[in-house]
């Protein structure tokens, strides 16, 4: 129900407070990267996210925060390059006490989270990396398909949070017809970000390539991935796989991206034992 949720706190990072969660008193600190743009109070209103967490604060503490510029944290700041939001990260994780951690990353975080496990290996005890990439755009990307990528980057933005969106048929197509779900939705879309800000994060994107740092990693990897996933095909997640030494992958059934949609258990039953 909506207010029945845990504390929000915050840390300041140059100049910017950023909103975290810390649930739980198991035995393992997991600290969850952001994907694209969420919002860690209006998340416990839908049953299966307020699952997912309650889940991981079932065997762990469990800490979870709004990027800047996104959810419940300072929305006046500009969106922040990957290279300061492994500062945020880093900021939070002091601010909640927390020296080392098992990451967990779903979807747009991934690069980030490659980044910070390359930066700092004496904070990350593992990382688990669910439904993402190393580079959201190939090597070689022509100068004409970037603009392509660019006209629809816009299109997503001015469709953010409308009946038009097409968020949930892409990323939840099992709740595709469900029209609670699309309605409540469209409303925690435009609580994560102003569709200015989303054209940001979406451009953003575009500079996040980490596949040179996938040899170097050192930190034990487990990579999620569904076998359908219609935001990220798999072949993305076998690469993170094949390329990190020593990952570990666990493919899922199922075409839904978000991870709270679709079998919960399965994915996390793996994630409980890995770490």
Not at 7 to 28: E, H
Not at 58 to 64: E, G, M, V
Not at 215 to 235: C, E, S
Request: aromatic share 10%; no cysteine.
């Amino acid at each position: 129900m909506p207010g029945d949720f845990p504390p929000i706190r915050f840390a300041t990072s140059r100049g910017a407070r950023l909103a975290y969660q810390v649930i739980g008193d198991g035995p393992v600190d997991i600290v969850a990267i952001p994907p694209m743009a969420q919002h860690i109070e209006m998340a416990w209103e839908w049953p299966d996210i307020r699952y997912m967490l309650e889940r991981f604060a079932s065997f762990s503490r469990f800490l979870h925060f709004d990027k800047r510029g996104t959810g419940a944290s300072d929305r006046r700041s500009r969106i922040p390059g990957i290279d300061e939001r492994v500062a945020d990260l880093e900021a939070v994780m002091d601010d909640a006490g927390i020296h080392r951690a098992h990451l967990y990353v779903a979807s747009e975080g991934g690069p980030m989270a490659i980044l910070f496990a390359a930066t700092y290996p004496d904070r990350v005890e593992s990382l688990v990396i669910s439904g993402s990439t190393p580079a959201w755009v190939s090597d070689d990307v022509t100068d004409a398909q970037l603009e392509e990528v660019r006209r629809r980057h816009q299109q997503i933005a001015q469709q953010w949070g409308t009946p038009e969106s097409p968020i949930v048929d892409t990323f939840a197509p099992s709740l595709a017809g469900d029209p609670e779900f699309r309605a409540w939705h469209q409303r925690y879309e435009r609580s994560a970000a102003t569709p200015d800000s989303l054209i940001d994060l979406l451009e953003l994107t575009l500079e996040m390539n980490v596949r040179e740092l996938l040899p170097q990693l050192d930190v034990p990897t487990l990579v999620i991935h569904r076998t359908g996933d219609r935001a990220i095909p798999i072949q993305y997640g076998r690469e993170l796989a094949e390329r990190i030494p020593g990952a570990r992958m666990f493919e899922q059934p199922g075409e839904d991206h978000f991870s709270y949609v679709g079998d919960i258990d399965g994915w996390m039953d793996e994630l409980e034992r890995f770490v």
